[in-house]
């Protein structure tokens, strides 16, 4: 397998991956959205809540703002053997969440949403995501508990957003059939192609997706579009809980650890 980065963000990452068939390609984006791991609020213990949301939609809202994931500091509570409903240490994080409106209307955010003493490096990704409006007098004052997840689950624990994998495209113009007259370059609204000193030449084969409208508009036949075999552009964002290179790691080591148990019960299977 030949791997390279193309762009690396924050909360991105885009790879070319070559000599890798469709079916893994497609297995690593599966797994990332699904299987690997992130934390989220599970349960909320709500002491006071005078706003006008009721204490479900309150729940929800809060089940649905990324958190910043430690994967390293917790487990998932099913490998936990402390037995309690609400968890522990090891397999749970606490959110404390107290504000009241005086004498305005006041707006909640992500940011009134603390972290307890015990767990600071689990906080929400972005402050400023909105979660109520009190009006002056009203409080809400709770007990959020955050556990980790997978995908299959709830989406709410799905690390990733935008998770795609495509064929990479191999262009070929035959210059004897090439009378530069542009048709393929006009048609084509990802711009792969160009004309340069009156010869098309392909300049962005990354955002080729094999369309072919540059193939049927040719009068001359002079353009020939097929993906490369075993070769794929993969992309995906992040909603922040998960740094896109611990995301893929991980994608990779689940997927190796499905591989090795298919491996060994194939083993026991008689001839």
Known sequence: MNLEVVE???DSLALIIHSLPLGLINAIR???IAEVPSMAIDDVLIVENSSFIYDEVLAHRLGLIP???DLDSFVKPE???CGEPLGCGRCRAVLL???EAKD???VVYSSDLKPDPSNPTVRPVNPDIPIAKLAPGQRIKLEAYARLGVGLQHAKWQPV???YHRYIASITIHRDRCDGCGRCVDVCYRKV???INGIVSPVNILECTLCNDCVTSCPRAAIEVRPEKDSFYLKFETTGSLPPQRIFEEALKILRAKASEFVSKLGGVER
């Open 97 to 99: 969440l107290d504000v």
């Open 193 to 195: 192609l160009a004309l």
């Open 30 to 32: 599966r797994i990332m």
């Open 8 to 10: 690396k963000t924050e």
């Open 79 to 81: 490998d936990c053997d």
């Open 161 to 163: 957003t935008v998770c």
């Open 67 to 69: 958190l910043i994931t």
């Open 104 to 106: 305005s209307i006041r």
